[in-house]
């Protein structure tokens, strides 16, 4: 409940901010290491339909699910996939939220180690131009930890919110939060003699072919 509530509260947080044009919220569970990502074995994670704003939120999803799909160790079950499965399941989730159990169910039943929750949200005021936020959450399955939590968020005043398609207008942020969760991934799963790098001792540096 508690970090439910806090997710609220970042998010609420960055429609509150003005004067800048990027603002990002990322926070790793440090207690869960490569050690313990062994140990749950994950192979499997499932990428849960987007929340938020309903002309958006499907392709933000899809962007999503495609950055995701460059890394190479786990099986990635995309967000249409993920709908149709558990439709067939009879299960049908939240539109403006999932909570955190919901998650953790409905990657039980599409046989995922781990799921990612996220939303987008678009907003514009006279005033102050447009704010648009992506957050995405990890949540790990056996324990319903929430691993990960990334959010981004782009500023655009008047009138440069004119001259950007709609596309673009989310693209940004949505491949932001990817790339954190990508990073994180990739920490996860590197072989730890893969890094840091060997050190060079001096007159023995190796020849750059």
């Known amino acids: 409940m508690g970090n439910k509530?806090?997710?609220?509260?970042?998010?609420?947080?960055?429609?509150?901010?003005?004067?800048?044009?990027?603002?990002?919220?990322?926070?790793?569970?440090?207690?869960?290491?490569?050690?313990?990502?062994?140990?749950?074995?994950?192979?499997?994670?499932?990428?849960?339909?987007?929340?938020?704003?309903?002309?958006?939120?499907?392709?933000?999803?899809?962007?999503?699910?495609?950055?995701?799909?460059k890394q190479q160790h786990f099986e990635i079950i995309g967000p249409a996939i993920a709908e149709i499965e558990l439709k067939k399941k009879g299960i049908e989730l939240s539109d403006t939220e999932v909570e955190q159990e919901e998650a953790q169910k409905a990657g039980r039943l599409l046989g995922a180690d781990a799921v990612i929750v996220g939303s987008i949200t678009i907003k514009i005021t006279v005033m102050q131009g447009h704010r648009e936020v992506a957050g995405v959450r990890l949540i790990d399955i056996s324990t319903g930890r929430i691993v990960a939590t990334a959010?981004?968020?782009?500023?655009?005043?008047?009138?440069?919110?004119?001259?950007?398609?709609?596309?673009?207008?989310?693209?940004?942020?949505?491949?932001?939060?990817?790339?954190?969760?990508?990073s994180l991934l990739h920490e996860l799963t590197t072989e730890k003699q893969d890094s840091p790098q060997k050190e060079v001792v001096p007159g023995q540096e190796q020849e750059v072919l």
């Open 5 to 69: 509530v806090l997710f609220k509260i970042v998010i609420a947080g960055f429609f509150l901010l003005s004067g800048c044009e990027t603002t990002k919220y990322f926070h790793k569970d440090e207690s869960f290491t490569q050690e313990k990502l062994e140990k749950q074995n994950w192979r499997k994670i499932a990428i849960l339909p987007f929340t938020g704003n309903p002309a958006f939120r499907r392709v933000s999803a899809e962007m999503f699910s495609f950055h995701i799909h």
């Open 151 to 182: 959010i981004q968020s782009d500023w655009f005043t008047f009138p440069d919110i004119f001259k950007l398609s709609e596309d673009k207008i989310f693209t940004s942020a949505t491949e932001r939060v990817a790339n954190d969760i990508l």
